[in-house]
């Protein structure tokens, strides 16, 4: 199912937070939504989620306006894994991630739906702690619990809004990897992301933001030293190695 943004226009008071938002994102896309603290990344994607309502322009789901989806409907389309998760009731990772099929349950869990979720728990190598506090986890062991319970919504769309913020390194590039396995099953991934150096190094299409506008969107070679430094008001270097591109922050100018 494709998105497209068109002529989005955002604010939570008076002063607007996002404006002139125009996109596309095709279906299993990987897409790195990156750019400064407050320039909007999060509230574009509870826009894109419709947890926020649009002021002006549309939010359209394969041509059709986001609004005319219940949220029942929705839910089965769409997840979305938020930035932080509030330290939940004493609960089993099983009932955690079970909880995602909550937009198919009518009255009671059915087999498929206790299936779906186990298959989940072991795709993401979580069978071994299913019966274990969610609470109780490690910060990377959660973030898989948060990303299998969006899984079990069984979406076409993906939202998560800095997935890999507070896991070391080795717990990223899992995500970063889990991600793009979903992509290549045709899962469409949106993520915000700090760092733009993992996110080049995985998604397809990136959308750079900053105060609010889409300062820049395209392919990865939009990750240029001189966009990085508009985008972040930084000085930065190039690294390059193995035909890869790196970008750090100007050792002059940063120590
Ligand atoms: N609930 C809210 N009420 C009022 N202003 C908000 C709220 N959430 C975010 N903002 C403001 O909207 C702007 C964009 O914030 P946000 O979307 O969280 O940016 P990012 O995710 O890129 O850091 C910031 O100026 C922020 O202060
Ligand atoms: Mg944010």
């Given at each position: 199912?494709?998105?497209?943004?068109r002529?989005i226009?955002?604010a939570?008071?008076?002063t607007?937070?996002?404006?002139n938002?125009?996109g596309r994102?095709?279906?299993g896309?990987?897409?790195?939504?990156?750019?400064?603290?407050?320039?909007g990344?999060?509230t574009?994607?509870k826009?894109i989620?419709?947890?926020?309502r649009?002021?002006?322009g549309?939010?359209?789901l394969?041509?059709?306006n986001?609004?005319t989806?219940?949220s029942n409907?929705?839910?089965?389309?769409?997840?979305?894994?938020?930035?932080?998760?509030?330290?939940?009731v004493?609960?089993?990772?099983?009932?955690a991630?079970?909880?995602?099929?909550?937009?198919?349950?009518?009255f009671?869990?059915?087999?498929r739906?206790?299936?779906?979720?186990?298959?989940?728990?072991e795709?993401?190598n979580?069978?071994?702690?299913a019966?274990?506090?969610?609470?109780k986890?490690?910060?990377?062991?959660?973030?898989?619990?948060?990303?299998?319970?969006?899984?079990?919504?069984e979406?076409?769309?993906l939202?998560?809004?800095?997935p890999?913020a507070?896991l070391?390194?080795?717990y990223q590039?899992?995500?970063?990897?889990?991600l793009?396995s979903?992509?290549?099953?045709g899962?469409?991934v949106?993520?915000a992301?700090?760092?733009?150096n993992?996110?080049a190094m995985?998604?397809?299409q990136v959308m750079m933001?900053?105060e609010g506008?889409?300062?820049?969107s395209?392919?990865?070679?939009i990750?240029t030293?001189e966009?990085?430094?508009?985008?972040y008001?930084v000085?930065?270097?190039?690294?390059?190695?193995?035909g890869?591109v790196?970008i750090v922050?100007?050792?002059?100018?940063?120590i």
């Amino acid at each position: 199912m494709n998105i497209e943004l068109r002529n989005i226009e955002f604010a939570y008071d008076k002063t607007p937070v996002l404006q002139n938002i125009n996109g596309r994102i095709e279906p299993g896309q990987f897409v790195a939504l990156v750019g400064p603290n407050g320039s909007g990344k999060s509230t574009l994607i509870k826009c894109i989620n419709g947890i926020l309502r649009v002021q002006k322009g549309e939010v359209l789901l394969d041509g059709n306006n986001l609004e005319t989806y219940g949220s029942n409907r929705l839910s089965q389309k769409m997840a979305y894994v938020p930035q932080t998760e509030q330290k939940a009731v004493p609960m089993s990772v099983f009932d955690a991630v079970l909880i995602g099929r909550k937009p198919y349950i009518r009255f009671k869990p059915a087999k498929r739906d206790m299936e779906i979720t186990a298959d989940i728990l072991e795709r993401l190598n979580l069978a071994s702690v299913a019966m274990r506090d969610v609470n109780k986890l490690s910060g990377g062991q959660q973030q898989r619990v948060f990303i299998a319970r969006a899984l079990a919504q069984e979406p076409e769309i993906l939202l998560l809004d800095e997935p890999t913020a507070n896991l070391d390194l080795k717990y990223q590039v899992d995500v970063l990897k889990l991600l793009g396995s979903l992509t290549r099953q045709g899962i469409t991934v949106v993520m915000a992301m700090h760092d733009i150096n993992l996110a080049a190094m995985y998604s397809r299409q990136v959308m750079m933001m900053k105060e609010g506008q889409l300062f820049a969107s395209g392919g990865k070679e939009i990750f240029t030293a001189e966009n990085v430094e508009k985008l972040y008001d930084v000085h930065v270097e190039t690294i390059h190695k193995n035909g890869t591109v790196y970008i750090v922050p100007d050792r002059i100018h940063s120590i």
